[in-house]
């Protein structure tokens, strides 16, 4: 017979309270031509729109949790989303002590097909005014997706190769929410590019180059 485990002050693990844990996920994705955008589901209890999500069965792994409710609430599969931050305030949820453990997936929307009659894909200055500290989650992922795009030409692979130097930076644009300077956006970016023979016309004039990424 095993010894029951105590601690330095003779507590055993059941002796102290335990948060909830809860998995939620912001999908991110920039679908043609519009602005970042982020995947909202609808929740069939008090209707209003959220990030997916859902608390962690016991014996579940994280990464189970997040796949099992995108698609159980999105409808969404074939994802591979990643840890973003924990966020652990004990105030922030209304239900009570939850830690959430969020996470992030930047998917191209060619790729993202969610259920339409539960699930919406709406630009990341829409989705405020959510519950349980949704905002805070997807302020943090857009945060850390800018950042990577900031140094790099579409890390996340949001652009299908190959593209021109145009159809890069209007991807940037829309990532990092704001204009981008052309020349230098070029620039910046040439070095970390391999050009192709292919060219594509994008109205009058030469042809433009296309280039895939390093």
């Given at each position: 017979?095993?010894?029951?485990?105590?601690d330095?002050?003779?507590?055993?693990?059941?002796?102290?309270?335990r948060?909830?844990?809860?998995?939620?996920?912001?999908?991110?994705?920039?679908?043609?031509?519009?602005?970042?955008?982020v995947?909202?589901?609808?929740?069939a209890v008090?209707?209003?729109?959220?990030?997916?999500?859902?608390?962690?069965?016991?014996?579940?792994?994280?990464?189970?949790?997040?796949?099992?409710s995108?698609?159980?609430?999105?409808?969404?599969?074939?994802l591979?989303?990643?840890?973003?931050?924990?966020?652990?305030d004990?105030?922030?949820?209304?239900r009570?002590w939850?830690?959430?453990?969020?996470?992030?997936d930047?998917?191209?929307?060619?790729a993202?097909?969610?259920?339409?009659?539960?699930?919406?894909?709406?630009?990341?200055?829409?989705?405020?005014?959510?519950?349980?500290?949704?905002?805070?989650?997807?302020d943090v992922?857009?945060?850390?997706?800018?950042?990577?795009?900031?140094?790099?030409?579409?890390p996340?692979?949001?652009?299908?190769e190959?593209?021109?130097?145009?159809?890069?930076?209007?991807?940037?644009?829309?990532?990092?929410g704001?204009?981008?300077?052309?020349?230098?956006?070029?620039?910046?970016?040439l070095?970390?590019?391999?050009?192709?023979?292919a060219?594509?016309?994008?109205?009058p004039?030469k042809?433009?180059?296309r280039?895939?990424r390093?």
């Amino acid at each position: 017979m095993t010894n029951e485990y105590r601690d330095a002050d003779g507590k055993r693990l059941t002796d102290y309270p335990r948060p909830s844990v809860a998995v939620d996920t912001a999908v991110l994705t920039v679908p043609v031509g519009g602005p970042l955008s982020v995947v909202q589901v609808l929740d069939a209890v008090d209707g209003d729109w959220r990030l997916p999500g859902t608390f962690v069965h016991e014996g579940e792994r994280l990464a189970s949790a997040v796949l099992r409710s995108l698609e159980a609430k999105a409808g969404v599969t074939g994802l591979a989303p990643e840890q973003l931050h924990v966020f652990d305030d004990p105030s922030r949820d209304d239900r009570g002590w939850v830690l959430s453990v969020a996470h992030v997936d930047v998917v191209p929307a060619a790729a993202l097909a969610v259920d339409g009659s539960r699930a919406r894909v709406v630009p990341v200055t829409s989705a405020t005014g959510m519950v349980h500290g949704h905002d805070d989650i997807v302020d943090v992922a857009v945060a850390s997706l800018r950042s990577l795009y900031a140094a790099a030409p579409d890390p996340r692979g949001l652009l299908p190769e190959p593209f021109t130097m145009r159809e890069l930076r209007r991807v940037h644009e829309a990532v990092r929410g704001e204009a981008l300077l052309p020349d230098s956006f070029r620039r910046a970016m040439l070095p970390l590019l391999t050009a192709t023979d292919a060219k594509r016309a994008e109205g009058p004039g030469k042809p433009a180059t296309r280039y895939r990424r390093r």
